[in-house]
């Protein structure tokens, strides 16, 4: 089984930026797809980011422009570079991976990190 932890969280004023990352361990895994996902109290979580195993990287309209998604395979890692941020980027921020191990494809989330942006 994977299991993820998340890193970088934090309180950050308006227009300021943050890295995310999210390491990803355990064995005999293969990974296909890496993302970041967000939630606020009362609403459905919803896709920031996501980045497959080839490269091809996905954003939300809300944040296309201030968000880059990028992995490191080697390490298993994928990181969230977000700049220029909004006080409706305040959030929980999940780490999420779906991979490929014995038995078939599996989805992990993480624990989460608090992301905080005051104006």
């Known amino acids: 089984q994977v299991q993820l932890v998340e890193f970088g969280g934090g309180l950050v004023q308006a227009v300021g930026s943050l890295i995310l990352s999210c390491v990803a361990s355990?064995?005999?895994?293969?990974?296909?797809?890496l993302g970041w996902y967000r939630q606020v109290p009362g609403k459905q979580r919803e896709l920031v980011a996501a980045?497959?195993?080839?490269?091809?990287?996905n954003y939300a309209n809300s944040v296309k422009g201030r968000i880059t998604i990028s992995r490191d395979s080697a390490k298993n890692t994928v990181y969230l570079q977000m700049n220029s941020l909004k006080p409706e980027d305040t959030a929980v921020y999940y780490c999420?991976?779906?991979?490929?191990?014995?038995?078939?494809?599996?989805?992990?989330w993480g624990q989460g990190t608090q992301v905080t942006v005051s104006s």
């Open positions: 980045i497959t195993s080839g490269g091809s990287r």
């Open positions: 355990g064995s005999g895994f293969s990974i296909n797809a």
């Open positions: 999420n991976t779906k991979y490929y191990s014995v038995g078939g494809y599996y989805d992990q």
